[in-house]
């Protein structure tokens, strides 16, 4: 073994196979810096190597070692007195168990060889109107002894429910971090320790877990916990080919902060394209370099997704691969959802908005705040179990208990927080724009209550599947809501709709009814509003146009009447689907809908959504 002074260029940084050898390219400040290489399965030591006498470019030590058993090493970088885990590194050895206090200084790099078979891999491309997203955590999707897959909290744990998401109709599956960073943050906290109730609690001091990952890490790399075993690269690489076999699209979140250099941030980008065939990325930190992430040709055909973004100039350009992921929709769609005053407009903006030239994410829930059913379950945050006397996360939830803060089970409180999950679930999946959900609001994942579970690696945020069964119910409307939205193109166009008759169809493609037809009332009271869909405006296929729909918000705790306009004289309004569960207002074998003038009047029960669908009228009738 050996090192060479050829005349190589000191790009890409880090450890670069080249058959038996290997390229090495390294930043540092001192003269006194090199290599170490270890034995893999001993981890003993076997050379040091100096970068005195190397080839430099600035600040850039670069060489070749030559006659390296790549498969059998492992390495560090030395500087001074420190070992410097590679930050261009490729793959790291485990370090044992998540969340084990471990040094970063004790991270060591495989020398990665970046050949793979991804035999006839694609590419999905789901354009933004026909994506159905899901976030999610890799850990705690599959962590609880309920998920039931043999490879619990791990790349292939996500492989082994594949089938389930499919069923469920999910077509891109968003992952929190799942590049290598330690999991303790280093930072400290008092604690107060379980001891017996007749004792006085004594003070103990903890590391604090980052189980979510929103820190500077080595982006190049895999997390090796959440592989199941020695293999992160190639486990998420089977996991991203197994995706596209299903036509299914993986996003990934990348926190970057202020000292990640902007054109780091580009190279890393187009690293996970290109080796691991990602379809996207949901981009957070401050500072971002939006244009020039956004103007990247090599990213053009990328999903990237922003919380901060320059609208004015996205409104110039077609860039469809460009998305804004951002809490707008989720606050005020949660605050209309519990009944509050004067959110009509912003109600109907939310819904309707979707920009030509660029994606809107949607959501009521994400990994931060209550979940679904949290939402609908508490009032408040609860965030003891955080150690930071719930003083964590914020304050601002929106949400509403249904009169009872927590578990219950009053039938009444139960009910109404069923019906106000489906009245979440309908308005989501009949908003225009891109749909997300949070993994479990699928079925009614609790985390009890607490918004900000970022150090909680156990019970609560782990997925418990148990409440599939518990609440099968929810998840079968759940399934039910993205198979209509999948069935009317109507729901899910290219652009927004503009509010006009221009095809001139006899409606125009999107209309607002009150007590009348095409006379809504936004006052600051009104709770409930009508909006009509004109099925013309878009194509089942290239035959059959969509049906009309007729979507009914109330929101009032009263029932209210709304005016569905009348249809042509072949066509009729049938109930597609009601959230109120008790027999009451709305049922299909209710008698004809009331008539007043061109419009047919329904009396739409309180707290809850009702969607018409046009139909064929039937000879008999």
């Not at 604090?208 to 500077?216: I, T």
């Not at 609908?376 to 003891?384: A, C, I, R």
């Not at 150690?387 to 009444?412: A, F, I, M, T």
Request: glycine residues 6%; aromatic residues 12%; proline residues 4%.
């Amino acid at each position: 073994m050996k090192y060479n002074n050829h005349n190589f260029t000191p790009y890409p940084l880090g450890v670069t196979p080249q058959g038996s050898n290997i390229k090495v390219s390294y930043i540092s400040n001192t003269d006194t810096c090199g290599i170490i290489l270890y034995d893999k399965k001993s981890g003993h030591e076997i050379r040091r190597i100096s970068f005195d006498g190397w080839n430099r470019m600035g600040k850039i030590r670069y060489g070749l070692i030559e006659n390296v058993s790549i498969n059998e090493v492992t390495y560090q970088f030395y500087d001074g007195e420190d070992l410097i885990p590679d930050p261009y590194g490729k793959a790291f050895i485990s370090q044992g168990i998540y969340g084990q206090k471990k040094e970063e200084q004790s991270l060591k790099s495989m020398v990665l060889k970046e050949e793979y078979d991804w035999e006839d891999d694609v590419f999905p491309r789901i354009p933004y109107e026909n994506a159905v997203c899901y976030c999610m955590h890799v850990r705690g999707f599959t962590k609880h002894a309920s998920s039931g897959v043999r490879n619990k909290g791990t790349f292939r744990g996500v492989v082994e429910k594949l089938d389930y998401l499919k069923e469920l109709g999910i077509t891109t599956v968003e992952m929190q971090p799942i590049y290598e960073f330690m999991e303790l943050e280093g930072v400290k906290q008092k604690v107060e320790a379980r001891q017996s109730p007749l004792l006085q609690p004594t003070a103990a001091v903890k590391e604090v877990l980052n189980y979510w990952g929103y820190k500077k890490g080595f982006y190049y790399a895999p997390k090796a916990c959440y592989a199941s075993f020695d293999d992160p690269v190639g486990e998420f690489r089977e996991l991203v080919k197994a995706f596209h076999k299903h036509q299914m699209e993986v996003i990934l979140q990348f926190y970057f902060p202020n000292e990640v250099s902007k054109n780091e941030i580009i190279d890393i980008l187009r690293y996970w394209v290109l080796a691991y065939h990602v379809d996207g990325f949901r981009l957070m930190g401050e500072n971002l370099p939006f244009h020039m992430i956004a103007t990247d040709q090599g990213l053009a055909d990328t999903k990237l997704w922003f919380e901060h973004v320059d609208a004015d100039w996205l409104d110039t350009q077609s860039s469809h691969n460009l998305a804004v992921y951002r809490d707008d929709y989720m606050y005020d769609m949660r605050r209309f959802l519990k009944g509050d005053h004067d959110m009509l407009q912003a109600v109907c903006y939310q819904m309707r908005r979707n920009p030509s030239t660029y994606g809107k994410i949607n959501y009521f829930t994400n990994y931060y705040g209550l979940t679904m059913m949290d939402m609908v379950s508490y009032n408040d945050k609860h965030n003891e179990e955080n150690g930071e006397d719930n003083l964590d996360g914020s304050n601002y939830n929106q949400s509403w208990n249904c009169g009872v803060e927590g578990p219950s089970r009053k039938r009444q409180i139960v009910a109404l927080r069923k019906k106000q999950y489906k009245n979440a679930m309908s308005m989501l999946f009949l908003s225009q724009g891109t749909p997300l959900i949070f993994m479990g609001d699928e079925f009614g994942n609790s985390q009890m209550g607490n918004n900000n579970p970022y150090c909680q690696d156990n019970e609560i945020t782990w997925l418990d599947w148990k409440c599939l069964g518990k609440n099968r119910e929810l998840y079968e409307f759940t399934a039910q809501m993205i198979a209509f939205r999948k069935a009317h193109p109507i729901l899910r166009q290219a652009r927004e709709p503009r509010l006009m008759d221009y095809l001139a169809y006899g409606y125009p493609d999107l209309s607002y009814h009150g007590a009348e037809a095409f006379r809504p009332s936004m006052s600051s009271l009104v709770r409930q509003i009508g909006m009509m869909y004109c099925g013309r405006y878009a194509k089942v296929d290239k035959v059959r146009e969509d049906d009309s729909l007729y979507i009914a918000l109330n929101m009032h705790w009263e029932a209210k009447e709304l005016a569905l306009p009348r249809l042509p004289g072949d066509l009729r309004w049938e109930l597609a689907f009601v959230t109120e569960e008790t027999e009451g207002l709305l049922k299909k074998s209710a008698p004809e809908l009331k008539s007043k003038e061109n419009a047919l009047v329904k009396k739409i029960p309180p707290r809850s959504v009702a969607v018409f669908i046009s139909r064929e009228i039937r000879e008999n009738e």
